[in-house]
């Protein structure tokens, strides 16, 4: 039995929908809030230092998937008062919204773990992409017997081939 | 034609303006429409801050699982929203109608004063027969 081979990372990458590189930046954040990775690719404009620019992140991550539970026009049932914490996976969740200067793409893992691609605005649809990088966060963070939970991710083989990836994708 | 929820306008300090309701299965009550265009009024502000480069407007479009949202904002600040099925196609045109049915009906009304909730019948009507005609007509405009 082979223990140290080279595993295949399943699902297979999606074709990539672009050439060059288009992506802006890319977060992680876990359940609490906790900001893992903030990879930034091309950033001209800074509005924010680093700790504000991904707690503002979260709040509108998390006050838009309330405001998207809430809005929820074919659920006739009870959906509560906005605001109200949420389990991953319950409820009406949004994948992207659109602006006329970029494209945030977004998607949440059961456990609470927070993928979040900013990109230009003719992206497409980046869902399949998004679980392909939560794969390597698996396979690269997870799988990573010296990474503590919760704390941020320095790990260069994660950076490396996160980059190689976006890099086709975008 | 695409299937549309609801639709909101609501003035540039976020306070909730018009809101019809076009057959939303979950049933919001005047409070819960008066806090969802006011925090959607703050996540536009919010993703404006958030740009990596200058120069952006604002969310225009947000996909979820079983709704878009389309957004215009006018030069003064106020905004049109429409909540419609996944797909929906010709949204911004049916937006840029709105607004100008809100000023012929709404702004040249000498009886509507500035902020505050619309209660113009004409705009009602307007707006009736503008959500039920086919879409492509506006393209034509």
């Not at chain 1, 659920?75 to 991953?88: C, D, F, Y």
């Not at chain 1, 919204?97 to 497409?124: A, D, Q, W």
């Amino acid at each position: 039995m082979q223990f140290f081979g080279v595993s295949e990372i399943s699902p297979s990458p999606p074709a990539p929908t672009a050439s060059g590189n288009n992506g802006h930046m890319m977060y992680v954040f876990n359940r609490n809030g906790v900001c893992l990775l903030y990879r930034e690719w091309n950033r001209p404009l800074r509005t924010l230092d680093a700790q504000q620019d991904h707690k503002l992140m979260f709040g509108l991550l998390f006050s838009l998937k309330s405001l998207t539970a809430k809005m929820d026009p074919t659920s006739a049932v009870e959906k509560g008062n906005l605001g109200m914490l949420q389990l991953p996976g319950q409820g009406c969740s949004f994948h992207s919204f659109c602006t006329n200067t970029y494209k945030l793409s977004f998607m949440e893992s059961p456990s609470g773990i927070k993928i979040i691609l900013v990109t230009h605005p003719r992206t497409g649809d980046l869902r399949e992409s998004l679980k392909y990088i939560y794969n390597l966060y698996v396979e690269y963070v997870v799988k990573n017997p010296l990474y503590t939970p919760g704390s941020p991710i320095r790990c260069e083989l994660f950076n490396t081939t996160l980059d190689q990836y976006v890099r086709g994708i975008a | 034609m695409a299937a549309i929820y609801s639709l909101y306008i609501i003035n540039k300090s976020g306070g909730l303006i018009y809101y019809k309701d076009y057959g939303s299965a979950g049933r919001m009550d005047t409070n819960d429409s008066l806090r969802v265009a006011s925090l959607w009024h703050s996540m536009h502000a919010i993703s404006q801050q958030l740009s990596p480069v200058s120069g952006c407007l604002g969310i225009e479009l947000l996909q979820a699982d079983t709704f878009d949202l389309h957004c215009f904002q006018s030069l003064t600040g106020t905004k049109f929203f429409v909540v419609s099925e996944p797909g929906a196609q010709h949204m911004e045109s049916l937006l840029k109608f709105v607004y100008e049915l809100y000023t012929d009906y709404v702004l040249k009304n000498p009886f509507y004063e500035m902020e505050m909730p619309i209660r113009c019948e004409l705009f009602d009507i307007n707006l009736t027969q503008a959500v039920q005609k086919d879409h492509v007509t506006f393209l034509g405009r």
